[in-house]
T-cell receptor, first 114, second 114 residues
Framework: AQSVTQLGSHVSVSEGALVLLRCNYSSSVPPYLFWYVQYPNQGLQLLLK??????LVKGINGFEAEFKKSETSFHLTKPSAHMSDAAEYFC????????????FGKGNQVVVIP | EAGVTQFPSHSVIEKGQTVTLRCDPISGHDNLYWYRRVMGKEIKFLLHFVKESKQDESGMPNNRFLAERTGGTYSTLKVQPAELEDSGVYFC????????????FGQGTRLTVV
């Protein structure tokens, strides 16, 4: 079985400061890893994904994440937070068979403080 | 190209009533998934269709939930009779073929059972 841990349901960050959202996964097979974002009143949108190619993955809106197998982590970062980054962020894992049966973390609600 | 469409966007029903949620996947997508997020919890997988066949329904909580995908196009998820614990946001997602490493999500249906 696969699982994801995201700590800290609410994360506050100052505008212009580093955004760091932590994700640790558990998987018995090589994982695919994803970060999704949900803006208010919208659906889940893919930010970025790791599918066993480059370990540093760049996504939309200036976000990136690094896959670290030794730490079973896939933390999401953005160097400088913008007010428009206020949203809920979800880390998810599936397996390399590409069946898209995703196991999600509980999510991080990001608040950007002006 | 239209994205994944779900309706209604919100539904409030009384305990014991029946509700049917609908999902229209992206045209041509063979794979269709249902997920649910109960308040305060993580988004959880419910089931997976490949065309009109149920590939995996291991996440369905009980037999009050019935999913169908007639003709391999849109899907419905019926809850009968609804219970208070069924409240949450129901997400639908689709992907074009097996092995495609991304699922495209709809905006979700918020179901409230009172």
């Amino acid at each position: 079985a696969q699982s994801v841990t995201q700590l800290g349901s609410h994360v506050s960050v100052s505008e212009g400061a580093l955004v760091l959202l932590r994700c640790n996964y558990s998987s018995s097979v090589p994982p695919y890893l994803f970060w999704y974002v949900q803006y208010p009143n919208q659906g889940l949108q893919l930010l970025l994904k790791y599918t066993s190619a480059a370990t540093l993955v760049k996504g939309i809106n200036g976000f990136e994440a690094e896959f670290k197998k030794s730490e079973t982590s896939f933390h999401l970062t953005k160097p400088s937070a913008h007010m428009s980054d206020a949203a809920e962020y979800f880390c998810a894992v599936s397996d390399v068979y590409g069946n898209n049966r995703l196991a999600f973390g509980k999510g991080n609600q990001v608040v950007v403080i002006p | 190209e239209a994205g994944v469409t779900q309706f209604p966007s919100h539904s409030v029903i009384e305990k014991g009533q029946t509700v049917t949620l609908r999902c229209d996947p992206i045209s041509g997508h063979d794979n269709l998934y249902w997920y649910r997020r109960v308040m305060g919890k993580e988004i959880k997988f419910l089931l997976h269709f490949v065309k009109e066949s149920k590939q995996d329904e291991s996440g369905m909580p009980n037999n009050r939930f019935l999913a169908e995908r007639t003709g391999g196009t849109y899907s419905t998820l019926k809850v009968q009779p609804a219970e208070l614990e069924d409240s949450g946001v129901y997400f639908c997602a689709s992907s074009p073929y097996e092995g495609y490493t991304e699922a495209f999500f709809g905006q979700g249906t918020r179901l409230t059972v009172v």
